[in-house]
Structures are given as C-alpha cells and as structure tokens.
C-alpha cells in the first residue's frame, strides 16, 4: 500500500522498526505495505495508531494532481506529460465514481442530460488508459493453464534465447504456441 509507505518514510521508520512498534512479524509488514497481505482491522489499526494517523487515512490514495478542469484536451497534454503508472491509476480512479453516477443503474437507459457529460467521461478514461498502455512494459508470454490439457505458452513476441529459457524452466511440461498479436478487450 503505498500510502503506509508513503507515511512510514515521513516518520523516518524503516519497515523493521514500524513492524516492531505495531507487534507485528516484519515479513507480515513488509506484505503489507507491498499491498499482497489481507490485514485484518485490528492490524491496522496497530499500523494507524503507530503512524498517528486514523485507519481511513491508510487507505486513502493521493489524488493525481489533475487539470484544474480537466476537459479532454488538457487531460490529453497532462497525461502525456506523465510517466507513471500508479498516478494514471489515481487519475482515472478519481474519474470512475462520476462515471458511475451518470451511467446509472444497469438495465435502465442513461438520462438525456447526462448522456453528453458520460461521453465525455468515459473519453477522459479512454486518454488516460491510452497513455497506460504506452508506458505498460509488453508482456512476453501469457500461460494457459488448462484443466483438460496440457499448459500453453502464448509468446507475444519472438523472444530471445534467453527469454525463451527463463520460460521454459518455469513451465517444463507446458506446450509452446506461436507467437501471436495482442488485442485488448473490454
């Protein structure tokens, strides 16, 4: 979680001593702050009390400092100025609660009024996953794992020698499938 991190370094803590102070094992901690642990309440509030901030405040993500308006052209020029991954991530998370609001309940067509300001939500979404897609580093493979078959490996692109060895140690018995073009789905 990147905001523990984020305050634990303001506190000057290293995650040894903030897992000490929090009675907690450091491992725990550290898959926590990694954000791969499932903590429980009672966890951190440990956590929040030793940072002296509320447990809310753990979770909250800093807001992407995002155009003041932010119509669609400045959204453009802003994200393209932009090369991190998490801060996209925010800027898009700040957009999806009015997105949802004007889409409204499934099943029942979009007001008049709103269907104009929707479009242009979900355009701001689609600058702002465009530019993800531009930073996201391309995969190598996908691997299927298959309950009536044997594993498949999905090379996105002719690999290196290399590449292809790192692979084929990790999956021994799997089945290599030709290299094959992404296409994203929605």
Avoid: C
């Avoid at 000490?20 to 956590?47: C, H, I, Q, S």
């Avoid at 932009?82 to 957009?95: F, G, M, N, Q, Y």
């Avoid at 996105?156 to 089945?175: M, S, Y």
């Amino acid at each position: 979680m990147d905001r523990i991190r984020q305050l634990r370094k303001e506190r000057g803590l290293s995650q040894v001593k903030l897992a000490v102070m929090a009675d907690m094992d450091p491992a725990t901690f550290n898959r926590l702050e990694r954000g791969t642990g499932n903590p429980n309440l009672k966890t951190l509030e440990r956590v929040a009390n030793v940072l002296d901030v509320g447990v809310a405040d753990l979770l909250e993500e800093a807001q992407a400092p995002l155009p003041p308006d932010h119509d669609a052209d400045d959204l453009e020029a802003w994200a393209a100025g932009v090369d991190s991954i998490p801060e996209l991530k925010r800027a898009a998370k700040s957009l999806w609660p009015l997105y949802a609001r004007l889409a409204g309940t499934i099943g029942r067509p979009v007001p008049a009024g709103d269907a104009e300001r929707l479009s242009e939500v979900g355009r701001k979404l689609d600058i702002i996953n465009e530019r993800m897609v531009e930073l996201a580093p391309t995969p190598l493979a996908t691997i299927t794992e298959r309950l009536d078959g044997p594993t498949e490996i999905h090379f996105l692109r002719e690999p290196t020698l290399e590449e292809r060895a790192r692979v084929r140690a990790q999956f021994p018995a799997a089945i290599e499938v030709a290299v094959r073009q992404v296409a994203l789905a929605y």
